[in-house]
C-alpha cells in the first residue's frame, strides 16, 4: 500500500486545465521530485494536495482513507499529515522567528506551548538558525527565510513535506544552505515531494523522479534514467536543453 | 473692520463661549459616535465580504450594493431621506439622533471600503501559509492579516476622520445644534458673518487639525517602517 | 404609519429634476478643472518653489482640507458683502469648490510629481530622448497613470459635494428637489428619487472615467470597488 495515491485526478485554475488525469503512487519514506518546464503543473500538484486548489474530478487517498477536498474535516486532516513550504518562503511578516514556527502548532493543534517551543527552537538549531530567533522575517536573508520555513513546516510533525521550488526565488550563494536542510531531512527519511530546478540535487536524493508538462505526468523513472536515458522524447528533449544551459 | 472690533467683546460672552462650547461637543460627538461604529460596523462587513462559501453570497451582494449606494448619495440628501423617513414612521423627532444614524451608516460603507482595501493589500501568499496550516478564516484574519493590515488602514481612515468632522457641517440643515447651526443662530442674532463664521471655522480647524497632523505623521513613520 | 408612497406625482418632475442634474455636472467639472489648474501651479511650487512659496501654498492646503466647504461657502456668501463683495449663489458655490478642489488636487498631484522615477528618466537620457520627448514618453505617460485614480476618485466626492449649492439657491439637483419638495410635499419620494439620479449619474462617471483610465492610462480602475 502506498503512502498516496493519486487517481485520474484532473484541476482547473478558473478555466486553465492545469492538472491532467494524474495517476501517482507514493511510498512513504520515498523523495519523489517533479520537474519540468514552468507551467508544467508540479506546482498546481503540490498546492492541490494540500487543498489550496480544489480537483475537479478523480481521487486521492492518503494512508488508504480517501480524501474529499471539500469536506472541511478532510482537509483539516489532511492538513495535520502534510506540511508545504512554498517558493516565496510566506512566512508571516507580523511575527518573529520563533512565533511563525511555534504559532500553528500552539494555536491550531493546540500542543503544549513549553513543548512546542522546545521542539522549535531544536529545529532551528537544525537548519543553523538558533541565533536568529527574535528576528523578524524581514531582516533575515532570503535563505534564511527559506530554512525558517522549513522549520515551521516540520515543527506541524507532518508525515509527508511538500517542497515548492523552495530555491528558486534565493540568490545562487543562498541555494547550497537550504539544500544542505532538505539533505538532513532526506537521509532522516521523511516522505517528501520536491519541485525543483537544481537538477543535481534532484538526481542526488531522488529515489524517482517525475516529469511533467502541460499539466500531465510524461514519464516516472528512477533518477538514473531520466537524465541519462529517458524513454520519452519530450523529457529527452528537457533535460538535454537544461543540461546544456548548465 | 471697525464694526469687528467694536463687536468682539460683545460676541465672546461667557455664554456664547459655552455656547460655541457645546456645539462643537456636538460635531465632535457625531464624527466620533459615526467613525466608531463606522470602524465596527464596516469592519466586519469588510471581513464578509472576503468570505468565501455560498450560502453567504447573499450577504456578499448585499455588502456590495450597501457600500456602493451610500457612497454615491451626497451627505445632505441622505440626511433629508433618513429625516423624512423618520418623520412619516413618527419613530423620533430627536434631530440628533437622525444625524447620528445617517452618520453612522454612511461612515459604515466608507471605513469599509477602507478596511477592505487593507486586507486586500496583504499578500495572497500569506494566506495560502496559513490556510495549508489549518487556519481557519477568522484565525487568519486574527493572527495574520489585520496585524499587518491595520499600517495600511489606519492613514486614509484618519482622513476619513477629518472629511467627517467637516461632512457634519450639513446636519445644520435640518436643526442639529451643531457648530455650523450655532454659528447660522449667532449671524440671525446679529453678530457679523464675518465673525460667527469666522470663529466656527476657527474652531473646526482645532478640532481637524491635531487629527490631520497625527494621521500625516504616522503615515510618515509606517511607511519608513515597512521599507 | 399609515403613509403610501406615490411616485406618480414626483415623476411628472422627472425631466425638471434631469436637468438640474445637468447644472451639478456643470459645476462639478467646472469646479473640478478651475481645482486641477490652480492645484496644479501650487504642486509646482510646493516640488520646486522657494520656501516662504512653499509654505504659503502649506498653511492654503491645510486650512482648507481642515475646514468645512460648506462653512467656507458661508463665509463667502455672507461675509463678503461687507467688504463689497457680492457674490451669486452660483458663482459663490463655484468659487469656493474652487478654492477647497485647489487644495486637495494640490496634494494628489504633487503625489504623482513625487512619483516619477530618477531611473526612468536616466534610462531615457542614456537613450538621448530630448526635453520634450521625455515629457511626451516617460513622464507624463507615468503620472497619468498613477494620477488619474485618484484625480477620478475626487471628480466623484466633488459630483457629491455639488448639492451643498442648493442650500445657498442654486437649483440643480438637490436644489430641484427642494422645490419639488415645497410643491408637492411627497418628502420622502422626491429626495430618494433624488439620491438614484445621484447613483446613476456617479455610476456613470465612474464608468467612464474607468473606461478611459484602463484604455488611455493603463490605470488599474474598477467599476465597482
Not at chain 1, 492518503?62 to 513550504?85: G, S
Not at chain 2, 480647524?205 to 517602517?225: H, T, W
Request: hydrophobic share 50%.
Amino acid at each position: 500500500m502506498s503512502q498516496i495515491e493519486i487517481k485520474s485526478l484532473n484541476a482547473y485554475y478558473d478555466k486553465l486545465h492545469v492538472l491532467k488525469d494524474i495517476n501517482l503512487n507514493v511510498e512513504k519514506g520515498e523523495i519523489l521530485s517533479l520537474i519540468g518546464p514552468s507551467g508544467s503543473g508540479k506546482s498546481s500538484l503540490l498546492k492541490m494536495l494540500v487543498g489550496l486548489l480544489t480537483p475537479k474530478s478523480g481521487e486521492v487517498t492518503l494512508n488508504n482513507n480517501q480524501v474529499n477536498y471539500t469536506n472541511k474535516t478532510d482537509l483539516r486532516k489532511i492538513r495535520e499529515q502534510i506540511a508545504i513550504v512554498f517558493q516565496q518562503y510566506n512566512l508571516f511578516q507580523n511575527m518573529n522567528v520563533l512565533k511563525n514556527v511555534c504559532i500553528a502548532p500552539t494555536k491550531i493543534q493546540k500542543r503544549n506551548q513549553k513543548e512546542v517551543e522546545d521542539q522549535a527552537v531544536s529545529l532551528l538549531e537544525k537548519v543553523g538558525l538558533k541565533d536568529k530567533l527574535k528576528s523578524y522575517p524581514d531582516e533575515l536573508s532570503g535563505g534564511q527565510q527559506q530554512r525558517v520555513a522549513i522549520a515551521r513546516a516540520l515543527c506541524l510533525n507532518p508525515e509527508i513535506l511538500l517542497l515548492d521550488e523552495v530555491t528558486s526565488a534565493l540568490d545562487p550563494e543562498l541555494v547550497q544552505e537550504v539544500l544542505d536542510a532538505i539533505r538532513i531531512l532526506a537521509a532522516e527519511g521523511m516522505t517528501m515531494l520536491i519541485v525543483s530546478h537544481e537538477m543535481s540535487f534532484v538526481k542526488e536524493v531522488s529515489s524517482r523522479v517525475v516529469f511533467m508538462d502541460n499539466g500531465s505526468i510524461i514519464e516516472i523513472n528512477e533518477p538514473k534514467i531520466i537524465f541519462e536515458n529517458p524513454k520519452e522524447k519530450r523529457t529527452l528533449d528537457f533535460v538535454s536543453k537544461i543540461l546544456k544551459d548548465k | 473692520m471697525e464694526r469687528l472690533l467694536e463687536e468682539i467683546p460683545s460676541f465672546f460672552t461667557i455664554w456664547n463661549i459655552i455656547f460655541l462650547g457645546k456645539a462643537m461637543g456636538v460635531t465632535f460627538l457625531l464624527t466620533a459616535i459615526g467613525c466608531l461604529v463606522g470602524f465596527s460596523v464596516g469592519g466586519l462587513l469588510a471581513i464578509f465580504r472576503k468570505t468565501k462559501s455560498i450560502l453567504l453570497l447573499p450577504l456578499r451582494f448585499f455588502i456590495v450594493i450597501y457600500t456602493e449606494i451610500f457612497r454615491r448619495v451626497p451627505f445632505l440628501v441622505s440626511l433629508l431621506l433618513m429625516f423624512y423617513v423618520f418623520q412619516i414612521l413618527k419613530v423620533s423627532d430627536n434631530l440628533f439622533l437622525i444625524a447620528t444614524i445617517t452618520v453612522c451608516l454612511i461612515a459604515t460603507a466608507y471605513i469599509g471600503e477602507i478596511i477592505r482595501s487593507g486586507i486586500e493589500s496583504i499578500n495572497q501568499t500569506q494566506w495560502d501559509a496559513a490556510e495549508a496550516m489549518n487556519f481557519s478564516y477568522f484565525q487568519v484574519l486574527k493572527e495574520v492579516i489585520f496585524p499587518q493590515a491595520w499600517k495600511v488602514i489606519l492613514p486614509p481612515a484618519f482622513s476619513f476622520f477629518i472629511m467627517f468632522i467637516k461632512d457634519t457641517a450639513l446636519a445644520s440643515q435640518i436643526g442639529v445644534m451643531e457648530l455650523t447651526f450655532a454659528a447660522k443662530i449667532l449671524n440671525n442674532k446679529g453678530f457679523s458673518p464675518l465673525l460667527s463664521f469666522g470663529t466656527i471655522l476657527i474652531l473646526y480647524f482645532i478640532l481637524s487639525f491635531p487629527l490631520d497632523r497625527f494621521g500625516k505623521y504616522m503615515e510618515k513613520k509606517l511607511v519608513a517602517n515597512r521599507n | 404609519m399609515g403613509y403610501t408612497l406615490v411616485y406618480t406625482q414626483v415623476l411628472e418632475f422627472f425631466p425638471y429634476l434631469i436637468r438640474g442634474a445637468l447644472i451639478s455636472l456643470q459645476i462639478a467639472i467646472l469646479a473640478f478643472f478651475g481645482g486641477m489648474f490652480f492645484g496644479l501651479i501650487f504642486a509646482t511650487i510646493r516640488t520646486f518653489g522657494n520656501k516662504l512659496m512653499n509654505n504659503l501654498v502649506i498653511w492654503y492646503v491645510t486650512f482648507f482640507t481642515n475646514t468645512p466647504q460648506l462653512v467656507q461657502i458661508y463665509f463667502l456668501f455672507f461675509a463678503l458683502p461687507e467688504f463689497g463683495i457680492l457674490l451669486s449663489p452660483f458663482v459663490a458655490v463655484l468659487v469656493g469648490m474652487t478654492l477647497n478642489a485647489a487644495a486637495y488636487l494640490c496634494e494628489i498631484q504633487r503625489a504623482g510629481f513625487l512619483s516619477i522615477r530618477q531611473n526612468e528618466l536616466d534610462a531615457a537620457k542614456t537613450l538621448n530622448f530630448t526635453l520634450t520627448q521625455q515629457v511626451k514618453y516617460v513622464i507624463l505617460p507615468h503620472i497619468m497613470k498613477v494620477l488619474f485614480p485618484p484625480l477620478s476618485n475626487h471628480y466623484i466626492i466633488m459630483t457629491l459635494g455639488t448639492s451643498m449649492a442648493a442650500i445657498f439657491g442654486v437649483e440643480e439637483l438637490t436644489g430641484r428637489a427642494f422645490n419639488i419638495n415645497s410643491e408637492t410635499f411627497r418628502s420622502v419620494e422626491i429626495f430618494s428619487l433624488t439620491a438614484l439620479v445621484y447613483i446613476v449619474i456617479t455610476f456613470i462617471a465612474t464608468f467612464l472615467l474607468a473606461l478611459i483610465g484602463r484604455y488611455f492610462f493603463k490605470a488599474k480602475m474598477r467599476i465597482i470597488q
